[in-house]
């Protein structure tokens, strides 16, 4: 299974940026899926994650600004995010696991490759 993400870009503070990720095949279905990012210099950080039952997951510093989804049918999933910072600059990461507490720990079973966002102020 491959995940291609893509939509990353430069945009200014307070615009807004849609994240896509397309599966190869059907992997989301019935997986948990997360977003995470990397800046210069920081750790990997989980931003965005949905359960398989569907339960969406934020961490604090995107909370009212991002939203996770998927469509399952696309075998795609999504990160819209708003109100953009230039703190949110980063590349950043889908990625698949069976197992929601797979992506907490970091270590989940497939990765996309990352795409960049760049927030300029």
């Known amino acids: 299974v491959q995940l291609q993400a893509s939509g990353g870009g430069l945009v200014q503070a307070g615009g807004s940026l849609r994240l896509s990720c397309a599966a190869s095949?059907?992997?989301?279905?019935?997986?948990?899926v997360g977003w995470y990012r990397q800046a210069p210099g920081k750790q990997r950080e989980l931003v965005a994650r949905?359960?398989?039952?569907?339960?969406?997951d934020y961490a604090d510093s995107v909370k009212g600004r991002f939203t996770i989804s998927r469509d399952n049918a696309k075998n795609t999933m999504y990160l819209q995010m708003y109100s953009l910072k230039p703190e949110d600059t980063a590349v950043y990461y889908c990625?698949?696991?069976?197992?929601?507490?797979?992506?907490?720990?970091?270590?989940?079973?497939?990765w996309g490759q990352g795409t960049q966002v760049t927030v300029s102020s």
């Open positions: 095949g059907s992997i989301f279905s019935g997986n948990a």
């Open positions: 990625a698949v696991d069976p197992f929601v507490e797979r992506l907490r720990r970091g270590v989940p079973k497939f």
């Open positions: 949905i359960s398989s039952f569907g339960t969406p």
